[in-house]
């Protein structure tokens, strides 16, 4: 059902970037839903998309038992939804990343405890 304002918004949104201390970054990661939603970091422009796997990711999922297990060069990755192939030696930036994007990786033979996807 699809919704009809009755009057124009004349405000401006609050979740704009300039609010933020950086852009923020969802991120989530399939078959694995002891985390139910992605997360949403904020993360600087200027990040190498590499340094996810190595500093920002361990951090955010490293307790899950999948985690030590994956082979970071056989990951897919989804960017609304969509394949994506990023590059991990240039920024989030360079990669086309923008401020409340979502993007999802998925781990080929790994889905989650004891294959519960959980």
């Known amino acids: 059902m699809s919704v009809v304002a009755l009057k124009p918004y004349d ?6 970037r300039e609010n933020f201390p950086a852009p923020l970054l969802y991120i989530g990661w399939e078959d694995h839903l002891m985390f139910a939603s992605p997360v949403c970091l904020p993360l600087p422009p ?15 999922y490293g307790e899950h038992p999948d985690f030590a297990k994956i082979d970071w060069a056989q ?11 990023p590059d991990p030696a240039q920024s989030l930036q360079a990669n086309g990343l923008q401020h409340k994007d979502a993007i999802r990786f998925r781990t080929p033979g790994l889905t989650g405890i004891q294959g519960s996807f959980s």
């Open 46 to 60: 200027d990040t190498p998309f590499g340094a996810l796997a190595q500093g920002v990711l361990p951090g955010v």
């Open 11 to 16: 405000f401006p949104a609050r979740d704009r």
């Open 75 to 85: 990951v897919e990755w989804f960017k609304s939804g969509q394949p994506w192939t």
